[in-house]
């Protein structure tokens, strides 16, 4: 696909001579950037940029999903916890962090190594101090101040990657970055095994909370003098790339970091297209947070001891990855997000059915293949439908706000995950697995009717305005997704 992009004509969009690289966001640049300076500014973002953003989100997901972990090391015995109890510590976890989704409009706002470096420091604290309550009241706490300093962390993240790469570069690293957490459980669910070893001093639940919580602290430093702001302030690129970094984002409404564009926020919460995402993303997110809160417990329910439920947890979600991994190159190289969706949501569909139906106990391996099914379904739906929601956004502003919907609304279905597996329905889990089965086959149909209504529009503005070159230069600030010449992916 060719990148090279021609300059339009636009008084305001000029580069001006002697222009601070730190400010070349300020104005929408119409540059010429050919093919090969375009791949070393990417291969420079992947080298630079996406490793450490991946990192912290292990670490996040680290942090918040290791209270599963923590609860077969002895945790709700420990505090005298039953089951309303637990989903309470859940639940005040999922209340704050949705509840200040919305703060992923900040790294607008502020400078990025300063916002994301506090950041990790006050969300390590937080999770370190998990591993020194005595009571029920104490673990919320801590549970609550997790959930906020992390909200912005979560959902700012795969925006704040929307700024430095172009759409059709968008779905390998946001499916990257997202699969991070499968990775994080598959490292946390080892590295528990190894914890829960430990018999001397500390409960093994302690020793997890702050061996887990530590290194998000000590990485913020790294952050602070590593994470770049912007394109046109990354240190790592020189003054031309900066420059070029700018320039081949010309789908983009490229504006100064502490302004905010209220015409496309409004357009983003008025958009019909971000609310059937964000009931895609309810649907996901139940698998997403029930999973990681939940399936030690499953495993160790099928008749496995405590350390070998946490080792067993490990190979699903690492198979997740790696079908993120091919989720993305699959949908970029298709150009195409819906019907990826519907894919690996059918995958996690069976394998929802299996649990919910297959209740013999000689058929454990059934329930355990299961497992493997639901989890490699449903986190490369989740990925990849974060990254058609990006993909389909007039303007950074309307991105951001597409973001908040997605993320304060889709994630209230944790909610719903951390009350309808309670131990009462040992060692099966009927309703929780059937809701997942429900809620996943939701997705199926509503990823084919947006899949299908956006390249009957797509259709519609070719046959009206005539087709559109893929490199054709589109000023979104007015108009945004509506502009004539803007394609959907579907």
């Known amino acids: 696909m060719s990148q090279d992009f021609k300059p339009i004509d636009d008084p305001g969009s000029e580069h001006i001579e002697g222009v601070d690289p730190d400010c070349m966001d300020h104005t929408l640049q119409r540059v010429q ?32 999903g290791n209270i599963g972990n923590a609860k077969i090391a002895g945790l709700q015995e420990s505090l005298n ?67 906020v300093f992390e909200a912005s962390f979560g959902a700012g993240a795969p925006y704040f990657l929307s700024l430095f790469y172009q759409r059709h ?14 990775i994080a459980n598959c490292f946390a669910s080892a590295l528990a095994y190894g914890i829960t070893q430990i018999r001397n001093g500390l ?10 919580g530590a290194p998000t602290v000590i990485i913020s430093v790294v952050v602070f003098f590593f994470l770049p702001d912007s394109p046109g302030s990354a240190r790592f690129l020189d003054e031309q790339q900066q420059a070029d970094a700018v320039g081949r984002l010309t789908t983009q409404d490229r504006t100064a970091k502490d302004r905010v564009h209220w015409k496309q926020i409004w357009s983003g919460l008025l958009d019909y297209k971000n609310y059937v995402h964000m009931i895609i993303h309810f649907c996901c997110n139940y ?24 080792g067993l947890t490990a190979p699903p979600y690492l198979g997740s ?48 293949a299961g497992i493997w099914l639901a989890t490699c379904g449903v986190f490369p739906s989740l990925a990849i439908n974060i990254t058609w929601l990006l993909n389909n ?24 995950s951390s009350s309808l597996f309670p131990a009462t329905d ?65």
């Open 393 to 416: 956004q007039g303007g950074d502003s309307k991105r951001g706000a597409g973001m908040a919907v997605l993320a304060i609304f889709g994630q209230c279905s944790s909610f719903v």
């Open 169 to 182: 570069e968008l779905g390998l690293r946001v499916s990257v970055l997202l699969g991070m957490s499968p």
């Open 81 to 147: 916890l039953d089951d309303s109890d637990w989903s309470w510590v859940l639940n005040s976890f999922y209340l704050c962090y949705t509840v200040f989704e919305w703060t992923n409009l900040l790294w607008r706002l502020f400078p990025a190594h300063y916002y994301v470096a506090v950041l990790c420091i006050c969300w390590g604290a937080a999770a370190m101090c998990s591993g020194a309550v005595h009571n029920l009241g104490e673990l919320i706490v801590c549970r609550c101040l997790l959930g």
């Open 287 to 310: 698998s997403f947070a029930g999973l990681s809160n939940f399936l030690p417990t499953l495993i160790e329910d099928m008749g496995y001891v405590s350390v070998h439920a946490q």
């Open 321 to 368: 990855f790696i079908c993120c991994l091919a989720a993305a190159f699959l949908s970029d190289r298709l150009g195409n997000r819906g019907l990826v969706v519907v894919g690996f949501s059918t995958i996690g569909l069976v394998g929802y059915l299996m649990l919910a139906c297959v209740h013999d106990a000689s058929a454990d391996g059934v329930r355990y």
């Open 33 to 64: 950037v050919s093919p090969e300076r375009q791949r070393s500014i990417v291969r420079k973002f992947d080298r630079h940029l996406l490793p450490l953003l991946c990192v912290l989100y292990i670490l996040s997901y680290l942090d918040r």
């Open 426 to 490: 040992a060692p099966n889990y009927t309703r929780g697995c059937a809701a997942g089965a429900g809620l996943t086959g939701l997705v199926v149909v509503l990823g084919a009717v947006l899949h299908c209504k956006l390249r009957l529009e797509n259709a519609r503005r070719n046959r009206v305005h005539g087709r559109v070159s893929e490199e054709h230069a589109i000023d979104v600030t007015e108009a945004g997704d509506d502009d004539p010449n803007f394609r959907y992916i579907t």
């Open 203 to 212: 409960e093994p639940w302690q020793y997890l909370f702050l061996i887990e």
